[in-house]
């Protein structure tokens, strides 16, 4: 079983550090923040996490509005599979 660590504060107080007057910042990872991470973005208005779930929600609610070049980046298609189990 394969242990991932979350993305720290420190990390994200690198992030908070590059911003300059006006700017706003965006953190995507594909695993998850950590608590401090999280305190962080809570109290900084300009500063959004995205975890991994929330880039997949995201990029999933968006897909049909993606260029035809980044949606070849990302091939999806629609599976539809019925619900056999209501009767």
Excluded: H, W
């Excluded at 401090?36 to 049909?64: C, I, Q, S, W």
Aim: glycine fraction near 12%.
């Amino acid at each position: 079983m394969m242990s991932l660590d979350k993305i720290g504060g420190p990390d994200v107080n690198q992030l908070l550090g590059t911003l300059g007057e006006g700017e706003y910042g965006l953190f995507v990872c594909l695993g998850a923040f950590s608590l401090a991470a999280t305190d962080l973005e809570r109290n900084r208005p300009k500063l959004r996490l995205v975890d991994g779930e929330g880039f997949v929600e995201m990029l999933l609610a968006n897909y049909p509005k993606l260029s035809p070049r980044y949606r070849s980046l990302i091939p999806l298609k629609n599976i539809y599979v019925p619900d056999i189990g209501r009767a």
